[in-house]
């Protein structure tokens, strides 16, 4: 059976849907991301127009992550004043990373400048944590350690606070910086941020990976909600038809991620999404260099 | 989508006039008509998209030659394509070009009709495609229509094997012409065209516009003429099955 979408204007299968939000909505639920840098490319692979499938994600992930946040909630493994921070940072950098982003338009280089981005930050990142992950599980298999060279000069910076959620002293200045980072890459590369934000709490704000999951979850409901808003307003690219079954799935899938997420040590959770961020590193540059890409393509006008 | 399918105009040439014009061009031959008369078209919707059965008449007398070829064309809507080379991205505009071209014919049309005759009849789905007019000389005008085309083939906008024609008692044929789950509303024209020697012999028009109905229409004219109301809406929807879920799994 089929069911036809009414801004997207196509017609689709309601279980490939279910099934690709479950599979998003696992993995939100298991590492604390929102899943928008998988399920985009997914849906626009099943044949949903770009700029429908990446307004309708956020919609989709803002569901799943208030799903995934309320069983981190109930272990009071959400640390608010930290993702309440940190949002703030991320609200001011994605308004930075909008003019970043008209720059790049500007100078007819963004699509490269992202390729080029994605691969760097996610090829780093995945690497580091894959490298830290490791060595991790040969020892306790618990969080890494707290007393990194950059932790140590953080400690230093001034304007401290208590975040007792997540067993921290800490200046308010790293959340912020680390949230308005975030929210400019976020804007730059047109995702939720999560997979940076996650192994960003572990690594440079020390936060312990079980708090980290429900305060990204958390932040990222916030981020979401903003950016389903500004794309329904002002675009009108919101379907809330495809929303609404990925939904279903996605929710789904975050419950049984978060059930999944329990049963593992804080390093193999490290592991395995380190393997994630990787994985989409090379995929990325498979597409950038090795992929045929067509001659022609068709562009609708409005 | 329940698409509704109303018939708005009455196009049909009239075979009157058509065995007129065919008998000043091919005095010759026997003038056909492929009348699509007004009840003898049927239009057949359902949920995910939508199947046009039409009726027509055959022309008579009959021999090995003669047959019909029916299409669905429209709606016409500004395109460009886009060609990526080493050496930079180029654009090609077309002013207007049909959203859905399916067409299909009966074997013996397919076999003795050339491709001039079929442009010529209007069932050319390259030929549908008009560019701005400093492009029309272009000496990659067809190079840029044949893409076009390949690439609303790989859409499933351009049928060129969906379409079956069955011969009935009496001269009638069947056509059944399945309109894509995507096809865009709008207005639609459903041609038939009678051949006979590889000429056309008569032709016959009926427009259709294909609307939305029910929810999805109330979803997309809420979220084009209310958008702040639609985003609240989304958000809702949102929270709501989040909440839901995380109710569903504290139980």
Same mark, same amino acid.
């Given at each position: ?32 991301? /929102?899943?928008?840098?998988?399920? $985009? ?84 990142? /995945? ?12 020892? $306790? ?18 304007? @401290? ?71 329904? $307003?002002?675009?009108? $690219? ?22 999944? /997420?329990?049963?593992? @040590? ?26 045929? @890409? ?9 | !989508? ?9 196009? #049909?040439?009239?075979?009157?006039? #058509? ?12 003038? !056909?008509? #492929?009348?699509? #008369? ?21 022309? =008579? ?24 080379? *080493? ?31 079929? =442009? ?18 272009? *000496? ?12 609303? !083939?790989?859409?499933?906008? &351009? ?20 309109? *894509? ?38 979803? &997309? ?8 109301? &639609? ?16 109710? !569903?799994?504290?139980?």
């Amino acid at each position: 059976m089929l069911i036809h979408l009414p801004i997207a204007q196509v017609a689709v299968d309601p279980l490939i849907l279910v099934l690709i939000g479950m599979g998003v909505g696992f993995l939100s639920g298991l590492f604390g991301v /929102g899943g928008g840098f998988l399920l $985009t490319p997914l849906l626009i692979f099943y044949g949903i127009p770009a700029a429908v499938a990446v307004s309708t994600q956020a919609n989709q992930v803002m569901a799943t992550s208030i799903a995934g946040v309320s069983a981190h909630w109930r272990e009071r493994a959400v640390d608010v004043r930290l993702g309440t921070l940190m949002l703030l940072g991320g609200i001011a950098g994605s308004t930075v990373g909008v003019g970043v982003f008209s720059l790049l338009k500007y100078f007819g280089v963004v699509d490269t400048a992202i390729s080029i981005l994605y691969i760097v930050f996610l090829g780093v990142i /995945g690497g580091l944590m894959a490298w830290e992950s490791v060595g991790a599980l040969g020892g $306790t298999g618990g969080d890494p350690g707290r007393r990194t060279r950059l932790r140590v000069w953080m400690r230093g910076l001034p304007i @401290k606070r208590r975040f007792p959620r997540s067993g921290l002293y800490i200046s308010i200045i790293p959340p912020l910086g680390v949230g308005f980072f975030v929210g400019l890459l976020a804007a730059v590369l047109g995702v939720g941020g999560g997979f940076i934000l996650a192994p960003a709490m572990v690594y440079l704000l020390g936060v312990p990976t079980r708090v980290m999951v429900g305060t990204s979850l958390f932040q990222i409901i916030f981020l979401t909600a903003y950016v389903t808003f500004l794309q329904a $307003t002002f675009n009108g $690219t919101v379907d809330l038809v495809l929303a609404f079954v990925l939904m279903v799935g996605g929710v789904i899938g975050a419950r049984a991620g978060v059930a999944a /997420g329990r049963k593992l @040590k804080a390093a193999q959770l490290r592991l395995m999404l380190a393997l994630l961020v990787l994985a989409m590193a090379g995929r990325l540059v498979y597409e950038l260099y090795v992929a045929p @890409k067509p001659e022609y393509r068709l562009e609708e006008k409005a | !989508m329940k698409l509704a399918a109303l018939l708005l105009a009455l196009l #049909a040439i009239a075979p009157a006039s #058509a065995q007129s014009r065919q008998r000043t061009e091919t005095p010759t031959k026997t003038a !056909m008509a #492929a009348g699509l #008369a007004e009840d003898t078209v049927e239009v057949k919707v359902n949920y995910s998209g939508a199947r046009i059965v039409l009726f027509a008449t055959a022309p =008579t007398p009959e021999d090995a030659t003669s047959g019909l070829a029916v299409a669905l064309i429209g709606p016409g809507a500004p395109q460009d394509v886009i060609r990526s080379t *080493p050496s930079g991205v180029q654009h090609f505009e077309f002013v207007s070009a049909p959203q859905v071209f399916a067409v299909g014919s009966e074997p013996q049309v397919a076999q003795s009709v050339s491709p001039e005759v079929m =442009t010529e009849a209007g069932l050319n789905a390259s030929a549908a495609a008009l560019p701005r007019s400093d492009q029309l000389n272009s *000496p990659d005008l067809e190079a840029w229509r044949t893409a076009f085309v390949n690439l609303k !083939m790989e859409q499933g906008l &351009y049928l060129f094997s969906d379409t079956t024609i069955e011969r009935l008692d009496g001269g009638l044929r069947r056509a059944r012409i399945i309109l *894509p789950p995507n096809a865009p509303p709008g207005e639609y024209r459903v041609r038939a065209v009678a051949f006979r020697d590889g000429q056309k012999v008569g032709e016959s028009e009926k427009v259709l516009t294909l609307e939305r109905g029910g929810l999805d229409r109330t979803l &997309y004219d809420l979220s084009r003429q209310h958008g702040l109301v &639609y985003a609240f809406l989304a958000i809702l929807l949102g929270t709501a099955v989040g909440a839901v879920a995380a109710w !569903m799994g504290r139980r």
